[in-house]
């Protein structure tokens, strides 16, 4: 099994046994995080936009599943108080 990860953030999600997870992620302090919760497993972690054309295409036809997590608010957003 193939699952690239867009947005990975912290990485905390469990791998299934023999499964190939790529974790995506343009933010380098997630990317730390990741790295750390997944020490010991066989996360692949890069450093990019998930959105950039042609990323892994190395891939191409053999991805099985696509998991993605995107952030809800955007950066610099000014929230209402509730």
């Known amino acids: 099994m193939c699952a690239p990860d867009r ?8 791998a299934p046994a023999r499964a190939r997870i790529i974790g995506i ?3 380098v302090t997630a990317l730390e995080y990741a790295r750390r919760n997944a020490e010991g497993s066989a996360l692949e ?4 936009d998930a959105t950039a054309a042609g ?3 190395e891939l191409d036809g ?3 599943l696509v998991v ?3 952030p809800y608010v955007p950066d610099g ?4 108080p509730k």
């Open 7 to 14: 947005g990975v953030g912290g990485g905390a999600g469990p």
């Open 62 to 64: 053999q991805v099985d």
């Open 45 to 48: 972690l890069v450093h990019a």
């Open 68 to 70: 993605a997590n995107p």
């Open 25 to 27: 992620d343009d933010s």
């Open 77 to 80: 957003a000014i929230l209402e």
């Open 55 to 57: 990323l892994l295409s």
